[in-house]
């Protein structure tokens, strides 16, 4: 070929030229585990499904979430929502609103009939729950998909624990419970009310492989207080379970709460609405060391519940309470500074907390109990082989949440322990955290848009009807989420590379290519969410 | 449903989003983007020329489909993609000497309207040296004369194929091979300077804008409007150089992002000699967050630092805020406080 003037070589792509080779450090995608998934007792992947919530996925955001939680309905009204907590969107505005995300997906869920799908052969082995609480429940889901043969065998009448008979209905609608325990139903399990396991032992000699017990804490503790013999005392979770059944006792038109916790407000909201015209709570440190949380106690007061700090019950009889005040030492400990007062009560509930029932596991080999709960190992397994416990019945937080990521953990030791092996845990993420997070990307919303979000977010705490509405801002909400430590397919690192590194291999899916990666590091400054890490490399 | 999308989603200021129509997305993030300058060229690791000149080609591609022919300055981007008998580029490309880019560009722009080929349109591209000192006669020329070329200036604010000499464009207190970090006024000069987008909006051109490679949706923008317009068009890059500024290869584009949002690189846009949009500083930062992590400004802090200095480049910014209105004025007094 006859050439130009000086010109002695053919034209040639660069593409021949891998300057790859500069390279000192390489890009590589990571999954670091964000606040949000960390925080969540039951282990939800919540960064995950509000991704596929995002796009309007709803069903397959529903069916990611529960992987993890069969109860997003019931969560999504009564979690007290660590994810949120812990979001890292609230040191930028203010924290996603998972928890309503949650359960506009799972009203969504119920109202579309989504159902669970079982998939795994049957293994022919058969565990049995003892209690229908949510631990129970979520163990027994899990166990269902893993093809186990599952029966809960529950004391009550109905099932659902704590959450029929203690959650009042208010904060919990019951045709939300039944909706989410019939899905669990529909799996195969079996719901025996009305049968009280008696004997731990016996039931594991009756022929079930494993046995799960999720018994819950239903003795109301009686603190000694000096009382008349008028004295009109009950205990919250007596109360409590009556009013569920549908049989509230008599409290008369004033009512003191003795305690500080949930139950405490839960008592006295629920006797409000029982008719009593004067409900105070009383307790004997200030807010700031209430164990009841914060939306609790304002929604309390919002409905002329009276909340009476540093005060302890002294003596109760007929129609009248006398209290003395505390004051708070340096440590935080109250103590009495010798003043008295007299009110008035027709009767007082007591909110002191709960003991477990442990008859069941009386004289049971090998099952220790230590501080009134049942000890376990890191598999939630007792000292007893194949005698497991969980939720409220073990050491740890006394939660809903707590008790499904009870139940899920549950269910994999002992379908690991029924094929002889020992549940291994998969290794934890290193932390997403807000630092490497490039916040830039991530635009601010003008005030005027705010505010209207603003509005729109507490309006559908209250208006559960309002479905269009609702569906607008929860994936509104859904799309405030930052995707911490998980790439959310921006197309950040394929456009910022200068030498066209990056290349996409599908729907959010990318690529290095090291024959041109110089190394630069863009990517990994740039990516929004801290998806890239850089790694030196090996000559 | 859509707004809502732009103001919490990401779409507005990451290079793309999965949930944004498949029309709007930019072309950086498009897999079929031309990727005018492919891989397998020399710029250093993170090379702001190199990203630059990618976006802004790729997007003058795409407004013209492909019917492009690109006349390049002698300079890094020159010379890092076009080794003999390699080349980079992916479109018909020209290159003669250092100062003469705007005038070669006149040339292939009226040979093809000779030929009756006005569809294929023509950039001119050179670094800051070869735009406003050596082809500073070239390029006013064509400006007065209004010939139908765009030219895009990729600015990094030193000669840096050369191993970075001061150009016209060096900022005050730049650190460079031949402003040296010593002496009671240690760096360049505080000179008058020499803006160019002012010079070219001087001419009167129909367009003149600046922008930044941090801001990749503002640039696409303002090429693919640049394209829809005949005659002679500027634009005007800045494109951090890690080599030359002695910065991090991984903060070229978060240097860029703080020239801006420190006041010191307006951004804007002008037709027909008019300023007609500005972009609005988002976060606004001080010039010591800018100058910080560039170590041709390291002789500005520390125990023998130049507070004096630091405190006339902060000057410069706060008179380019002014001037281009860069803050909301309620934000600007609030971060003031
Ligand atoms: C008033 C109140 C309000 C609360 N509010 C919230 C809230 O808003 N959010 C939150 O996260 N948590 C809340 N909690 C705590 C939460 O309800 C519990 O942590 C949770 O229900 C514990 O679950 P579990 O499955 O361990 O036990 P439970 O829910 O208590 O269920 C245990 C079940 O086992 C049954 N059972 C016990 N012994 C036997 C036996 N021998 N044989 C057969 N069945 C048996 C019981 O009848 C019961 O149904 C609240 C608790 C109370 C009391
Ligand atoms: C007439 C002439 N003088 C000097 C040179 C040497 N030279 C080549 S590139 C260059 C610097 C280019 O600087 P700039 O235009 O800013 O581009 P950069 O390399 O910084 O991108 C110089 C001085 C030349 N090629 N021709
Ligand atoms: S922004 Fe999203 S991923 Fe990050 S913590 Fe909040 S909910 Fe989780
Ligand atoms: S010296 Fe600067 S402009 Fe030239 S290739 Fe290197 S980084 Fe790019
Ligand atoms: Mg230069």
């Known amino acids: ?539 | 449903m859509s707004t809502q999308l732009k103001f919490y989603q990401v779409g507005s200021f990451a290079v793309g989003n999965r949930l944004i129509d498949e029309a709007d997305l930019p072309e950086q993030s498009r897999s079929s983007r031309a990727n005018s300058l492919t891989s397998g060229h020399r710029a250093c690791q993170g090379c702001g020329e190199a990203l630059g000149a990618r976006y802004a080609i790729d997007a003058a591609m795409a407004a013209t489909n492909g019917k492009l022919v690109a006349v390049n300055a002698t300079g890094c981007l020159e010379v890092f993609s076009t080794p003999y008998p390699e080349t980079s580029w992916r479109l018909p490309w020209l290159h003669s000497l250092f100062g003469n880019a705007a005038a070669v560009a006149t040339g292939v722009a009226a040979a093809l309207r000779a030929q009756g080929k006005s569809d294929i349109r023509v950039v001119a591209q050179g670094g800051d040296g070869g735009t406003v000192d050596i082809g500073f006669g070239p390029l006013s020329g064509m400006f007065e004369r209004n010939d139908d070329v765009l030219y895009i200036c990729y600015d990094n604010e030193a000669y840096m194929n050369t191993g970075v000499q001061r150009s016209g464009a060096t900022p005050p207190a730049a650190r460079t091979n031949t402003t040296h970090a010593i002496g009671p006024n240690p760096g360049a000069s505080f000179t008058q300077g020499k803006n160019l987008p002012l010079i070219a909006m001087a001419h009167g051109i129909p367009y003149v804008a600046t922008a930044t490679v941090a801001d990749l949706h503002d640039l696409e923008a303002k090429v693919k409007k640049a394209m829809t317009i005949r005659g002679a068009r500027y634009l005007h890059v800045l494109v951090p150089c890690p080599l030359g500024w002695g910065s991090r290869s991984e903060e070229t584009i978060k240097l860029a992002r703080l020239a801006t949002e420190s006041g010191l690189f307006p951004v804007f846009e002008a037709e027909d000699g008019e300023v007609t949009a500005t972009k609005k500083i988002r976060r606004l930062v001080q010039v010591e967050e800018y100058l910080k992590p560039q170590k041709r400004f390291a002789h500005l802090f520390g125990a023998h630092g130049h507070p004096d200095l630091l405190n006339a480049i902060q000057a410069i910014a706060d008179r380019n805020i002014a001037k281009y209105k860069l803050c909301d004025p309620i934000e600007a007094e609030a971060d003031h406080e």
């Open chain 1, 1 to 539: 070929m006859s050439k130009p003037f000086a010109i002695t070589l053919d034209v040639g792509s660069s593409l021949a030229n891998h300057t790859g080779s500069w390279r000192t450090e390489r890009p590589v995608y990571v999954h670091r585990l964000p606040p949000c998934n960390d925080a969540c007792p039951a282990g939800e992947d919540v960064q995950g499904w509000l991704y596929d919530g995002e796009a309007g996925n709803y069903e397959s955001a529903w069916r990611h979430l529960t992987r993890d939680n069969p109860l997003p309905a019931i969560m999504g009204r009564i979690c007290y929502h660590p994810c949120q907590t812990a979001c890292n969107r609230d040191e930028l505005d203010e924290a996603v609103g998972i928890n309503s995300v949650e359960r506009f997906l799972g009203d969504q869920a119920i109202s579309q009939g989504w159902q669970f799908i079982k998939d795994a052969a049957p293994s022919g082995k058969k565990v049995l729950v003892v209690g229908s609480g949510p631990s129970g429940l979520s163990a027994a889901f899990h166990l269902a998909l893993q093809g186990h043969e599952v029966t809960i065998r529950e004391s009550a009448a109905e099932s659902g624990g704590m959450m029929r008979y203690g959650i009042p209905a208010y904060r919990l609608p019951r045709d939300v419970l039944d909706a989410e325990i019939s899905r669990i139903t529909n799996l195969g399990v079996t719901i025996e009310c009305n049968s009280k396991v008696e004997s731990a032992e016996s039931a594991l000699e009756e022929g079930f492989n494993a046995v799960f017990l999720a018994i819950g804490a239903h003795i109301g503790k009686r603190a000694y207080i000096p009382a008349g013999d008028s004295a009109h005392v009950l205990d919250a979770v007596s109360m409590l379970h009556m009013t569920a059944e549908g049989d509230p006792p008599l409290l008369g038109r004033r009512v003191i709460v003795y305690g500080g916790g949930n139950t405490a407000l839960d008592a006295a909201r629920t006797a409000r609405r029982l008719g009593a015209n004067e409900a105070v709570v009383v307790y004997r440190r200030n807010r700031e060391k209430m164990p009841a949380h914060d939306i609790e106690v304002n929604e309390a007061v919002d409905e002329g519940v009276i909340m009476r700090w540093l005060s302890t019950i002294s003596w109760v009889d007929d129609g009248l309470v006398t209290v003395e005040k505390m004051e708070l030492d340096e440590k935080g400990f109250p103590r009495p500074i010798g003043e008295f007062e007299t009110l008035e009560a027709d009767s007082v509930i007591l909110a002191l907390g709960q003991d477990v029932d442990l008859s069941l596991v009386d004289g049971a080999e090998g099952v220790a109990i230590d501080d009134g709960v049942i000890q376990v190992d890191n598999f939630l397994m007792t000292g007893r082989d194949g005698l497991f416990a969980g939720g409220d019945a073990v050491p740890g937080e006394r939660t809903a949440t707590n008790a499904i990521g009870h139940g899920k953990q549950a269910a994999r030791a002992i379908d690991a322990w029924l094929r002889g092996e020992k549940f291994v845990h998969a290794p934890r993420p290193a932390l997403a955290t807000f630092d490497r997070l490039n916040t830039w990307y991530y635009s601010d919303a003008p005030k005027t848009v705010r505010a209207k979000l603003d509005s729109v977010r507490r309006a559908t705490n209250f208006a559960e009807v309002v479905q269009g509405l609702d569906e607008e801002t929860a994936l509104f909400e859904a799309r405030r989420c930052l995707s911490c430590g998980n790439c959310f397919s921006c197309d950040n690192c394929f456009g910022v590379c200068p030498d066209n590194a990056v290349v996409k291999i599908g729907e959010g899916n990318y690529e290095f290519n090291l024959d041109y990666c110089k190394g630069c590091g863009i990517c990994a400054v740039e990516c929004p969410s801290g998806a890239i890490d850089m790694e030196p490399e090996r000559s």
